[in-house]
């Protein structure tokens, strides 16, 4: 059971207060996860039914069963939903930092905290599996938060699968990656 471990506790960061995503969370998390503005760098991202919504969130819960997952970061005072984000293990091979914010809440240092607590975290279940981002190179915002970090930059290329054919990827990560690693996070 999730709350039986110590790392589904909630997380105080000032005025965030990070919680283990849940189904609770489906109304909100789908509100976001289908806004265009949030979806700016992939278009082809955004969520056009529940059900997709359901689904992640369905992924995102299991994902707590490696001892560390996404959670869902609501301003302390007054509970709003301000997104979500961490770390979550790909495939045994390494942590993805991840998080998306309501637009409301963008340009004020929340993804960096969120991203920040969660690679802390994940160095701390884990520590033998590289923290990684993986981004679109136009998305200035997140190369910002992933070098905040101190993540760098370990891979460089076509981002296979994107419509735009055009797109780049870019992957930083806090350590050297074989190549096994590299394959999943080119994922």
Not at 4 to 26: E, I, N, Q, S
Not at 90 to 107: C, S, T
Not at 108 to 129: N, Q
Request: proline residues 6%; glycine residues 10%; hydrophobic residues 40%.
């Amino acid at each position: 059971m999730r709350g039986a471990h110590a790392a589904t506790d909630p997380v105080v960061l000032g005025d965030l207060v990070l919680t283990p995503v849940d189904v609770g969370d489906l109304p909100e998390t789908h509100r976001l996860h289908a806004d265009p503005a949030v979806w700016t760098h992939l278009p082809s991202g955004r969520h056009t039914s529940l059900a997709r919504t359901r689904e992640m969130i369905e992924h995102y819960i299991a994902d707590w069963d490696h001892g560390l997952g996404y959670w869902t970061a609501r301003l302390r005072d007054t509970g709003a939903y301000v997104g979500i984000g961490g770390c979550r293990v790909r495939e045994d091979a390494a942590w993805n930092v991840y998080y998306r914010l309501d637009p409301a809440f963008q340009g004020r240092g929340f993804a960096t905290r969120i991203a920040r607590a969660g690679a802390e975290r994940a160095a701390a279940v884990r520590p033998e599996l590289p923290v990684s981002a993986i981004l679109l190179e136009h998305n200035l915002a997140s190369k910002a938060v992933a070098e905040r970090l101190g993540l760098r930059l370990v891979w460089r290329g076509p981002d296979d699968g994107n419509p735009d054919p055009g797109a780049v990827r870019l992957i930083y990560t806090d350590r050297d990656v074989t190549p096994a690693q590299l394959v999943v996070l080119r994922g």
